[in-house]
């Protein structure tokens, strides 16, 4: 039986980002997770920080992203210095590629109307196909233009998930992978922690298991309403740099691989691949980029989104006991490791600033 203050649920981009920020905060933490056979969001995304149309009808969502993604180049040095890794973050700005002047209108208004319901603003530009077209050559013919955004960029997801392990490993942190939750109870003044390693006890619990979270909330009287939904990326081979910013469903990495993909499918927890969506997915992609006809396509995967019914997050926790469940863990991740700490560690989420986040959102819709 061991004593620890924080344990942390789920090591995914949204429980290492909270493990790494408690971690920074002083805290004593422990970062569990189920292992391999899980369902892993982090390991199948696209590695967007995507600030454009996110929250485009809920203006405290649209404000969480903004500031996250704000806080991205301070957050990417900050883990680059204690890790040594280089996160692959890059913010040229992102163009969200429309195929008929009414999509490119409708996008447009979108974004204006967002900008008017939020707090912070975020700039954007609406492109024309000619305009688009010095910015981006290797554009086909069949686009219509695109809305441009400076507030977005990228990063290697991948290395951004090893980076927040390396440094709350280096700040005392515990991470124990292959500890899969089976049951949680309140304990005294604190939490017992049931794994089949054996029981851990803590004094606060937050849940970050992506999916694992429907399950385990219950235990605690929290609720996670998120159901999974796939979507299909394509990766192909090296190619020469073409593509200096990121788009909504395409973007070339750092090596030069382009990946790509944006299907969003109600198929349960099935995270295969199927060739009508790769076929669709590679399809659009060519006609946004002729060039790539000729790619050679070296890698493909499907992955589940964690998706709350009207896909804004939700974060509930009271007691000591909190649960997180948000479908933009990339984008978000310097608010889990940073802003969010301070209400964990006050073992609360104030109602007053959480209150569009919280579950009971959906209990009046289902009334
Ligand atoms: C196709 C796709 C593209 C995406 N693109 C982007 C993007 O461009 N930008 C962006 O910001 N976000 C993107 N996302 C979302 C992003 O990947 C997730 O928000 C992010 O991975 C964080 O998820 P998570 O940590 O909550 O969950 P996960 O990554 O799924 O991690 C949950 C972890 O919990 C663990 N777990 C589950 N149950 C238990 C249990 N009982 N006990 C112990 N551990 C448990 C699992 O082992 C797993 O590691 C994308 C997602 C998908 C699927």
Same mark, same amino acid.
């Given at each position: ?29 422990? *970062? ?71 999509? *490119? ?14 707090? *912070? ?156 969506? *790769? ?89």
């Amino acid at each position: 039986m061991a004593a620890v203050d924080h344990i942390v649920v789920g090591g995914g981009i949204v429980g290492a980002a909270i493990a790494y920020g408690l971690a920074r905060a002083g805290e004593a933490v422990t *970062l569990l997770d189920e292992g391999d056979v899980a369902l892993r969001a982090a390991r199948g995304n696209f590695g967007n920080v995507w600030v454009q149309g996110k929250g485009a009808t809920a203006p405290d969502y649209a404000d969480l992203t903004r500031q996250a993604a704000a806080d991205w180049d301070d957050f990417s040095a900050a883990l680059q210095d204690e890790t040594g890794i280089e996160l692959h973050f890059r913010r040229p700005g992102a163009a969200y590629i429309c195929f008929s002047p009414e999509e *490119l209108g409708k996008r447009a208004a979108t974004l204006a109307a967002s900008n008017l319901k939020a707090r *912070l603003y975020s700039p954007f530009e609406v492109l024309d196909r000619a305009t688009l077209a010095e910015r981006l050559p290797a554009i086909g013919p069949d686009v219509a233009g695109a809305t441009y955004c400076p507030d977005d960029g990228t990063a290697n997801p991948l290395y951004l998930l090893r980076a927040l392990i390396k440094a709350m490993s280096a700040r005392g942190g515990r991470y124990l992978p292959h500890h899969t939750v089976t049951g949680l109870s309140r304990d005294g003044a604190g939490f017992a922690v049931e794994t089949p390693q054996g029981r851990l006890s803590c004094g606060r619990i937050v849940l970050a298991a992506g999916l694992g979270n429907a399950a385990l909330a219950p235990y605690l009287g929290l609720s996670a309403p998120v159901r999974p939904v796939r979507g299909q990326i394509l990766v192909t081979e090296k190619l020469r740099p073409f593509l200096p910013m990121g788009t909504n469903f395409i973007r070339q990495t750092i090596e030069g691989g382009c990946i790509f993909g944006e299907s969003s499918e109600e198929v349960g927890t099935d995270d295969g691949t199927t060739l009508p969506v *790769l076929r669709e997915t590679a399809r659009k992609a060519v006609t946004a980029f002729p060039m790539l006809r000729d790619a050679r396509v070296v890698r493909a995967w499907g992955a589940l989104r964690i998706m709350t019914p009207d896909g804004v997050p939700v974060y509930q926790g009271r007691d000591g006991a909190f649960v997180v469940c948000v479908h933009s863990g990339v984008t978000l991740a310097p608010w889990h490791a940073g802003g969010i700490v301070e209400h964990l560690r006050r073992g609360a989420f104030d109602p007053q600033i959480f209150q569009s986040f919280q579950p009971e959102r959906f209990d009046v819709q289902a009334a």
